[in-house]
């Protein structure tokens, strides 16, 4: 359905992500803010695999309302707060994500509204145009 991006020109990709994904024409896409590991009982946990998995289950619920799921993320936007949350996090996303990846950008930054959160996710997914 996406077309994969990867020239043979540039260095391949990192790690389990894509230079870029083409959206065919007459989808509509769906852009998630970003969300932060933390339960609809405002628990966070202290782990870093833990507050992904929360940020891709709150993505996959806001998808699932517009009628999509993670298979449908084209790009993904990642922030943690040091390199040590780096490996977590990626664990958490290659085991959600199949090959072709989506495009992810991943990066470090001071922190976040609260000092609990050490990564924040963020998601833009495309499906078929709505028939109603």
Do not use: W
Not at 75 to 84: L, M, P, S
């Amino acid at each position: 359905m996406f077309n994969h991006l990867t020239p043979a020109g540039i260095r391949p990709p990192f790690a389990k992500y894509s230079h870029g994904v083409e959206i065919p024409e007459g989808m509509r896409l769906v852009l998630c803010s970003g969300q932060l590991g933390i339960d609809a009982d405002d628990v966070i946990p202290a782990d870093t695999g833990a507050q992904a998995r929360l940020c891709f289950a709150n993505i996959e619920a806001i998808l699932n309302e517009a009628g999509l799921g993670l298979s449908d993320i084209v790009r993904i936007n990642a922030y943690v707060t040091g390199r040590d949350h780096l490996k977590p996090y990626m664990a958490v996303r290659d085991e959600l994500f199949s090959e072709p990846a989506p495009a992810s950008t991943l990066m470090i930054v001071s922190g976040f509204a609260r000092e609990e959160f050490t990564v924040e996710i963020e998601a833009i997914a495309a499906g078929p145009a709505r028939t109603e």
